[in-house]
Structures are given as structure tokens and as C-alpha cells.
């Protein structure tokens, strides 16, 4: 593409991508944006953020001049792959645990984005909007119920958008079911069933016999503590927060035996993390209930031997989908009567326009199937243009508020918790996400 043809696709993007959050930028607005170079400081340049930074490299327009992380060869490393990717050198900060204010607080920066330890997400996130730059989080973007109102109130004081980079939501077959919602094809949703079923027991352990932040984590906590891959899509699919919103959730967990039972595999049965007791039950079952009566039944199993599966049963009043097994059946569509037909067919038939404009670049700039290069790219168009983000600070708190609730529940034998509402009667009169192309 040459240099005036570049710009022109440029510009189109940018207009256009200003319909996908609702604001509807003038075109005077988006050729004014499209000269606008949006400035991004990383926090937590492990192995997500270092992920995160070549992806937003990749972005047309994106520079990263700092970056911090608490280990200085993680932040070195992230300033290599600024400068061989063309750009200048950043700036590290690698002064211990708070040196992420120092960054937050550069007058060169438009936003912060974050890919810490969970723990750290809400301090960066309040410290980013207090300067006044935009917040984008990894999931979950916290761990209490006060973290999830610190962020919405400070969003909300601050003017600063906060998003969580939830990129499940971002997935081709997410965003086709998406289409498929919105047009009616299953007629009116009822219930949907998903969950983080990923084997990570090689994540808790250091080899020198220690835990890592997510064992340590693992170790105290009992709930579904990795919600929001799961959650977001049914959020989107069923208007949560959009004119409908959660109530209550009841949630329980299995006995814990695959901690102990890999560690004792790792490191012999005598060694102390074999003995230890940990917290978190093998198999975490929550179940949601909306305001409009929509259900759904939740997983978290991340400690058992598995395939990876994240479910996503979305079920309405003609048929349904199941994406993980490859399933679906519509009434007086599916060929057969009583009978199932492959889901993987109506991913094409209902492509997303999102999807259709931006596939050729994530696949080959994002991982995660692309999801990772359409969250980024929304999350930049949004900061280009001052607009709001498509996943906003009630999104992740809400989404991420599952976390605390279900631990409450968990502790109570299963009860029912109540669900705050972070919009503040706002669900009732927001508009649904819009399908639109970037
Ligand atoms: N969305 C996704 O698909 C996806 C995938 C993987 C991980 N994640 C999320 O990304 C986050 C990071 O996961 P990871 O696997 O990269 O972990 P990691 O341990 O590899 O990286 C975390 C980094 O943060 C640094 N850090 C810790 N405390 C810090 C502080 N106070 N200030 C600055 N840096 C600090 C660590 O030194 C480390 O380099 C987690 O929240 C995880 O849930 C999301």
C-alpha cells in the first residue's frame, strides 16, 4: 500500500471504529485523530505484557516510550523489543513495587496498561486514571468488591475510562455468536454455560520449590478466581449491564486435590508443598441469575489434568450452540430434526464485521486466535479519539466482581450472594454493544 492509499484506510478505520463504542466521532474528528499518535506505558512486561507490547507495536500509530516492570531484566528486555521493532529506546522502571506512579504520572504517556500479577491490577489502574491517562487492564481487573467500586468511582471522578482487555469477547466464534444474538437466530437467549478449563498446574510451582504469585493465590483463595474469559462473552451476548444486569449468584467448589497431588509429583511426597493444604477446590460451579431471567452456570477448573475447553453453551428459545464440542441445533433451520449439526459453519455464515475488517492483521500480529490484536486495537482507537472504550470500567468491575462473590459464597456453603450494581441503574437505559466493523 502506498503512503496515500495507508492513509486513506487509516482514516476509514478510524472514523468507522468510532461507531463500535456509540460515540460517532465527526469525520473532521477521526482525520484529526488519525494524525495523533497514541502513547502507551506498560506495566508488568512478563510473559503477557511482553505479548501485549509487540502486539501493540504492530498497531499502526502506537509508540511505547516507558515501561516498568519490578524485574529490571523484564524491563530491559521490554526496551529491546521497542528499539529492534524501530521505535526509541523507553524508559524502564524497575524501582520497586510503586515505581509504576513514576510512570503514571509522564506527561508523554495517553495510557497505561497493565499486565501484573492480579494483585496489582487496581493499584495501577487508579494510579493511570489519577494522572489522567486511560487504564487497560488484564483480567481480572480486581480482587475485591472495593476494588471493583475504587475503580468505577475513580473512572467515573477522573473522567478516564478504565478497560479491561478482556480478548475472549474478541474471539472470531464469540463475535459471530455475538451477530447471531443480536439478529434473533436462537430466538430469545435463557442460558448460557461456560468456564476457564485450563490445566496451569505448571504455573504454581517455581522450580526451585517455590509458589508463584498465581500458587500463592491458588493456595488462599476458594471461588472462581478467573472469571472474565468466560463471563464476557455472555455479558456481551446477553445485554448484561445493557438493559439487563446480574442479581445474585450462588457458588461451590470441589475438594482441593491437584495441588498437592502435582506438587508431590514435582518435588516428592516429603517436600513441604506436597504437605501443605491449599485453599482452592479443583472444580469451581457458580451459578448467575439476571434481573430479565437469564441463567447461567459458571467453571473454574485450572487445577486438574484437561483439555482446554471454555464451553460456551448459548441457549434461546429456537435452539442452541456449543461451541467447545462443536454442536448446534436451530429449530426449523438445522437440517434434521432432534438432531445436531456442526456449530463451526455459522462462524462464517455470521462473521462479524469487526471480524471481516480485521482478521489479515490480528492473525498475524495477535495471539489468541487474533483476539488479543482486536482488544488492543479497539482499547487504541478509543484513546486516539477520547472516546469511551467498548468494555467499560462497569464491564470489568462486574465481570471481575465474581471473583470476591463467589469466595463469599463459597464460604458459606454455597448461599446466595447478591450482585452490586456498579452502573448505578444505568444498565436500564444503556445501549446495547453495536455490531460494527473497526
Ligand atoms: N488475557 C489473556 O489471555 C491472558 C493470558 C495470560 C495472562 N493474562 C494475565 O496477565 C497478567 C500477567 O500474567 P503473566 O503470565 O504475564 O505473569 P508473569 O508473572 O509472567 O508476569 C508478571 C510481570 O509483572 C511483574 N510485576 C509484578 N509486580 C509488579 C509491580 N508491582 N510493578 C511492576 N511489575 C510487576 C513481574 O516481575 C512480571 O514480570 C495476569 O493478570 C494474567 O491473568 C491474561
Redesign the pocket.
Known amino acids: 500500500m502506498d503512503d496515500r492509499a495507508s492513509r486513506r484506510a487509516f482514516l476509514r478505520h478510524s472514523a468507522l471504529a468510532a461507531a463500535t463504542v456509540g460515540l460517532g466521532a465527526a469525520a473532521g474528528r477521526a482525520e484529526e485523530s488519525a494524525e495523533k499518535p497514541v502513547r502507551v506505558g506498560i506495566?508488568?512486561?512478563?510473559?503477557?505484557?511482553s505479548a501485549i507490547l509487540r502486539t501493540l507495536l504492530s498497531l499502526p500509530g502506537v509508540s511505547v516510550p516507558a515501561v516498568?516492570?519490578?524485574?529490571p531484566a523484564?524491563a530491559t528486555r521490554a526496551q529491546d523489543v521497542v528499539e529492534k521493532a524501530g521505535g526509541r529506546r523507553p524508559q524502564a522502571y524497575a524501582a520497586g513495587?510503586?515505581?509504576?506512579d513514576n510512570l503514571c504520572g509522564r506527561d508523554d504517556l495517553d495510557a497505561v496498561v497493565t499486565?501484573?500479577?492480579?494483585e496489582?491490577?487496581t493499584p495501577v489502574m487508579l494510579s493511570a486514571m489519577r494522572a489522567g491517562k486511560y487504564g487497560g487492564t488484564?483480567?481480572p481487573a480486581a480482587l475485591s468488591i472495593q476494588e471493583c467500586w475504587d475503580l468505577v468511582k475513580t473512572s467515573e471522578a477522573t473522567g478516564k475510562p478504565c478497560m479491561m482487555?478482556e480478548?475472549v469477547n474478541y474471539f472470531e466464534n464469540v463475535l459471530a455468536l455475538m451477530r447471531m444474538a443480536r439478529e434473533g437466530v436462537l430466538g430469545e437467549l435463557l442460558h448460557f454455560e461456560a468456564g476457564y478449563q485450563h490445566d496451569c498446574r505448571y504455573l504454581y510451582f517455581t522450580d526451585s520449590g517455590g509458589l508463584?504469585?498465581r500458587g500463592r493465590h491458588l493456595a488462599e483463595m476458594n471461588g472462581n478466581l478467573?472469571p472474565t474469559?468466560a463471563i464476557g462473552p455472555i455479558a456481551w451476548w446477553g445485554n448484561v449491564n445493557r438493559g439487563d444486569r446480574f442479581v445474585s449468584l450462588s457458588s461451590v467448589s470441589t475438594k482441593s486435590r491437584g495441588l498437592k497431588a502435582f506438587a508431590a509429583a514435582k518435588f516428592g511426597p516429603e517436600h513441604p508443598l506436597a504437605k501443605q493444604e491449599y485453599a482452592m477446590g479443583d472444580v469451581n460451579t457458580t451459578l448467575l441469575r439476571t434481573e430479565k431471567g437469564l441463567t447461567v452456570t459458571l467453571y473454574f477448573d485450572m487445577c486438574t489434568p484437561r483439555p482446554y475447553d471454555l464451553i460456551f453453551r448459548v441457549q434461546g428459545t429456537n435452539g442452541l450452540c456449543m461451541v467447545g464440542n462443536d454442536k448446534a441445533y436451530i429449530d426449523k433451520m438445522s437440517p434434521e430434526k432432534d438432531t445436531w449439526e456442526p456449530f463451526a459453519p455459522y462462524v462464517k455464515k455470521y462473521a462479524h464485521p469487526l471480524w471481516n475488517d480485521l482478521e489479515a492483521a490480528a492473525v498475524k500480529n495477535g495471539g489468541?486466535g487474533g483476539g488479543?490484536y482486536i482488544v488492543l486495537q479497539q482499547f487504541v482507537e478509543a484513546v486516539r479519539r477520547g472516546a469511551q472504550t467498548p468494555q467499560d470500567v462497569y464491564d470489568a468491575a462486574t465481570w471481575s466482581a465474581i471473583v470476591p462473590l463467589s469466595m463469599d459464597s463459597v464460604s458459606k456453603k454455597g448461599a446466595l450472594v447478591e450482585f452490586p450494581d456498579f452502573t448505578g441503574g444505568k444498565w436500564e437505559t444503556n445501549a446495547p454493544i453495536p455490531i460494527v466493523g473497526a
Open positions: 506495566v508488568g512486561v512478563g510473559n503477557r505484557g516498568c516492570d519490578i524485574d523484564a513495587e510503586r515505581d509504576f499486565a501484573t500479577p492480579w496489582w491490577h488484564e483480567v482487555l480478548n508463584t504469585w478467573y474469559h489468541h488479543d
